[in-house]
């Protein structure tokens, strides 16, 4: 299927690495051009950007980004549009907790605003200049924010921070999509369930005991999450506006 997004730019954050690199991937492959943000993975986003340029023909450009930074990120735009012309799809992918989960006893006010920041407050600064610049412009545009099956259900312990600013991300979408359907952007969300990365071992006891949750029996691959991200991106998808959808094999259902 043509989703039609050849000549489209797309920016991914914190897309060096994980689902934030098969989306990259994927948009590569449909014809659209990329901007790949990375912290500290720098020559992994480089050797990212050179693979999907030579084997796709898009332009892929790297630009460092401290996401809990709004400096960063208004530079990361501003390096995007320069250089590729305009931003049409933005993809909220990074989340910078700063090691904010543990036990709610040993929380410090200062912890969980590193948490907001890093999640809740980066989000909002990205959306907002990508709102600005699509109203500038006088464009429609896409944003596909990245939960996690967390907020639904977890079988792990001591990640409140985490769950508690993705469920904020959740309410954000959806207010935000509310707000902005008359100026042609559509806000979304997707809900990955285990993801395959290049930490993940499969031998491990605890990869095993996550299996265990998955009727369908498998961690997901990277692209196989950039499939539902991008479509959500096209006008295939054109009903679909403050839509929280489910990709997590099935896990939220349960076994």
């Not at 914190?14 to 098969?22: E, L, M, T």
């Not at 799809?89 to 904010?100: G, T």
Request: glycine content about 10%; charged content about 25%; hydrophobic content about 40%.
């Amino acid at each position: 299927m043509d989703l039609g997004l050849a000549g489209k730019v797309a920016l991914v954050t914190g897309s060096s690495r994980g689902i934030g690199a098969g989306t990259c991937e994927v948009f590569a492959r449909e014809g659209a051009d990329v901007v790949i943000n990375y912290s500290s993975s720098r020559q992994r986003a480089e050797e990212l950007a050179r693979r999907l340029s030579d084997t796709y023909g898009v332009r892929a450009i790297v630009v460092g980004a401290d996401m809990s930074r709004e400096e960063d990120i208004v530079s990361l735009f501003r390096t995007a549009i320069d250089e590729l012309g305009g931003v049409d799809i933005l993809i909220n992918n990074a989340s910078v907790l700063n090691d904010a989960n543990g036990p709610i006893e040993d929380f410090s006010v200062e912890k969980f605003r590193g948490a907001e920041i890093g999640s809740i407050e980066s989000e909002m600064v990205a959306c907002r200049e990508f709102v600005r610049h699509c109203k500038a412009e006088h464009k429609p545009g896409h944003v596909v924010n990245i939960l996690t099956k967390s907020i639904f259900w977890t079988g792990s312990h001591n990640n409140l921070a985490y769950v508690t600013v993705k469920g904020a991300n959740a309410s954000f979408t959806r207010g935000l999509a509310h707000d902005v359907a008359r100026d042609g952007i559509h806000v979304n969300a997707v809900v990955p369930g285990y993801v395959r990365n290049d930490r993940t071992e499969v031998d491990s006891d605890r990869y095993q005991r996550a299996i265990q949750h998955i009727p369908m029996g498998r961690f997901a691959e990277p692209e196989e999450i950039g499939n539902c991200i991008t479509f959500l991106c096209s006008e295939k998808a054109i009903q679909c506006n403050g839509a929280i959808l489910d990709c997590s094999g099935s896990t939220l259902i349960g076994d």
